[in-house]
């Protein structure tokens, strides 16, 4: 069984930033892809951005320029950098990876972590 584990959501007035962390913990073999998703009331969940093993990286339009996905392998630990935050960026975020053992490649979610931007 694989956990991920997000920190770093919080209250941050507009025009601040914030950086989320998530580490993955537990039956790891390897990790591919990793990503962030976020969700609003009444909203589909959407990519916010992925990063594969490897380092390159996808970033949905409404965050290219102000949000940097980044990963430590050696940590199985995927970070986001929310810089220039907008009250639209209001949602809970959550972490997933497609995480490997020896046999299978398993997609995991973390519980999520609220990020509020206030104006």
């Known amino acids: 069984q694989v956990q991920l584990v997000e920190s770093g959501g919080g209250l941050v007035q507009a025009g601040g930033s914030l950086r989320l962390s998530c580490a993955a913990s537990?039956?790891?073999?390897?990790?591919?892809?990793m990503g962030w998703y976020r969700q609003t009331p009444g909203k589909q969940r959407e990519l916010v951005a992925t990063?594969?093993?490897?380092?390159?990286?996808n970033l949905a339009d409404s965050v290219e320029g102000r949000f940097t996905i980044s990963r430590d392998n050696a940590k199985n630990t995927v970070y986001l950098q929310m810089n220039n935050l907008k009250p639209e960026d209001t949602a809970v975020y959550y972490c997933?990876?497609?995480?490997?053992?020896?046999?299978?490649?398993?997609?995991?979610w973390g519980k999520g972590t609220l990020v509020t931007v206030s104006s």
């Open positions: 997933n990876a497609n995480v490997r053992d020896a046999d299978y490649t398993i997609n995991y």
């Open positions: 537990g039956r790891i073999f390897s990790i591919d892809a």
């Open positions: 990063i594969t093993s490897s380092g390159s990286t």
